[in-house]
């Protein structure tokens, strides 16, 4: 079974700093988690579900929006079986529920897009007070 848990969620003010987590749970899922290429995207009330960073298995090769470019960093700690994304200099645009996908895969053709996801968390909510 394939399940992938985000945590770290919260509400902090303009230009604080949080950092999530996306633990990967089930015996085969864990023991393959490196891998598997992992995204983060992020869904904000009635707006389409956007990138956010992605990288690649093994602890390779990272990529970010734009928006979040120079703020946010996305990590993995293959031992743990976790992706972390830090998320410094947070905005109230930032505001949203954030997800984690994995793909077995080095990185999906179009890592940016959802559709290139196949497994989900169940999201974490992120709220940045202004």
């Known amino acids: 079974q394939v399940q992938l848990v985000e945590s770290g969620g919260g509400l902090v003010q303009a230009g604080g700093s949080l950092r999530l987590s996306c633990a990967a749970s089930?015996?085969?899922?864990?023991?393959?988690?490196?891998?598997?290429?992992v995204g983060w995207f992020r869904q904000a009330p009635g707006k389409e579900r956007e990138f956010v960073a992605a990288i690649a298995w093994r602890g390779g090769s990272t990529y970010y929006s734009d928006p979040v470019k120079g703020r946010f960093t996305i990590s993995r700690d293959n031992s743990k079986n976790t992706v972390y994304l830090q998320m410094n200099g947070l905005k109230p645009e930032d505001t949203a529920v954030y997800y984690c996908?994995?793909?077995?895969?080095?990185?999906?053709?179009?890592?940016?897009?959802?559709?290139?996801?196949?497994?989900w968390g169940q999201g974490t909510q992120v709220t940045v007070s202004s």
């Open positions: 996908a994995a793909e077995r895969l080095a990185l999906p053709c179009f890592y940016g897009e959802y559709y290139e996801y196949t497994n």
């Open positions: 089930g015996r085969t899922f864990r023991r393959t988690f490196s891998n598997y290429a």
